[in-house]
């Protein structure tokens, strides 16, 4: 039975990496280390009006193509969405949230911040997964 990787256990591989290499590396394995103990979610209302370049966006989807995957089989596909995407796709969750959401649950604030809230976001990217034709992972 196949059990997913804590990050402690992450963590002490990295260390052990670290005091195998030489400095240099090993001061790259300890930024990872820090990038990962350091790590935390931004949410929209802490949102600024910077740009996203389509540089960093690449840089991402280009790292993003690095993950491992199961048997080569690459199935990680990404959507950048920008501008009226966005408000689209603002539009389509509000809709899911109203079709979807019992009458005694609903509410027109929560509906108005699921249409808008996309809208601050410079870009948002959709990941999905392409399942393998020839089904060598059972998924």
């Known amino acids: 039975m ?22 240099e590396n090993k001061e790259s394995i300890l930024m990872v280390d820090n990038l990962i103990r350091t790590r935390r979610s931004i949410y929209p209302k802490a949102y600024n009006d910077e740009e996203i370049t389509d540089e960093e966006i690449w840089h991402v989807l280009e790292n993003a193509n690095w993950a491992p995957n199961h048997k080569k089989t690459e199935p990680w596909r990404f959507r950048v969405l920008r501008g ?21 649950l609903y509410s027109d604030v929560k509906f108005e911040k699921m249409r808008t809230k996309t809208k601050r976001a ?18």
């Open 2 to 23: 196949h059990r997913g990787v804590s990050l402690v256990e992450i963590n002490n591989y990295l260390r052990c990496m670290a005091n195998e290499m030489k400095t």
């Open 84 to 104: 009226n995407a966005l408000v689209r796709l603002g539009e389509f969750l509000a809709g899911i949230y109203k079709s979807k959401t019992p009458e005694e």
């Open 122 to 139: 410079s870009c948002v990217i959709a990941i999905y997964m392409y399942r393998d034709p020839e089904e060598r992972v059972k998924e």
